[in-house]
Antibody, heavy 121, light 111 residues
Framework: EVQLVESGGGLVQPGGSLRLSCAAS????????MNWVRQAPGKGLEWVAN????????SYVDSVKGRFTISRDNAKNSLYLQMNSLRAEDTAVYYC??????????????WGQGTLVTVSS | QSALTQPASVSGSPGQSITISCTGT?????????VSWYQQHPGKAPKLLIYEVSYRPSGVSNRFSGSKSGSTASLTISGLQAEDEADYYC???????????FGGGTKLTVL
């Protein structure tokens, strides 16, 4: 059974940092593109970042470029999102998501339960 | 403002059929068959219903179907059931961004 379990969310002050983790199991993690998708409270979905199977390609939505870094450790079946210089508008539930298509094709077949990040003073 | 336009809400009675539209441009929906649809119940993660315009993943009811005409993709739900009440999102590949784009979401109410 495919499982994606996020952790690391919480309350952080504006300008602060947070690192999200996603533990994957039930599939060959190193064979899939992985993604972070977020959802602000009461709002729609936003694709934040993705990373290629081996980690050689990464892309970001403009609003987080230079502040967020997506990475993965295939030996540990884990996906990460390092978030720096956090802003109030980054407040959202962050989902770890598997793609079974490459790059920017949004075929998201498995989602984690999400972890809430709240940026507030 | 979302890159893909969806109606904010739709409604229907049990047993009826409804259609949710997702309008883009020639940079996304219009020129590429990489449109997917997701269902999200309150407090839950989204679930993939349709990928690449009209394909259903294993386990998804055949009451859900997808299509596309020009720059507008559509999700049709037939034989509406109370459990279909949820938010629905479309997503598409786009040439204007290194990542795809989502629609703003549509709230389906089953009357």
């Amino acid at each position: 059974e495919v499982q994606l379990v996020e952790s690391g969310g919480g309350l952080v002050q504006p300008g602060g940092s947070l690192r999200l983790s996603c533990a994957a199991s039930g599939f060959t993690f190193s064979s899939y593109w992985m993604n972070w998708v977020r959802q602000a409270p009461g709002k729609g979905l936003e694709w934040v970042a993705n990373i290629k199977e081996g980690g050689s390609e990464r892309s970001y939505v403009d609003s987080v470029k230079g502040r967020f870094t997506i990475s993965r450790d295939n030996a540990k079946n884990s996906l990460y999102l390092q978030m720096n210089s956090l802003r109030a508008e980054d407040t959202a539930v962050y989902y770890c998501v598997r793609s079974y298509a490459p790059a920017a094709i949004p075929n998201f077949d498995y989602w984690g339960q999400g972890t809430l990040v709240t940026v507030s003073s | 403002q979302s890159a893909l336009t969806q109606p904010a809400s739709v409604s229907g009675s049990p047993g009826q059929s409804i259609t949710i539209s997702c309008t883009g441009t020639g940079s996304d929906v219009g020129d590429y068959d990489y449109v997917s649809w997701y269902q999200q119940h309150p407090g839950k993660a989204p679930k993939l219903l349709i990928y690449e315009v009209s394909y259903r993943p294993s386990g998804v009811s055949n009451r859900f179907s997808g299509s596309k005409s020009g720059s507008t993709a559509s999700l049709t739900i037939s034989g509406l059931q109370a459990e279909d009440e949820a938010d629905y999102y479309c997503a598409s590949y786009t040439t204007t961004s290194p990542l795809g784009v989502f629609g703003g979401g549509t709230k389906l109410t089953v009357l």
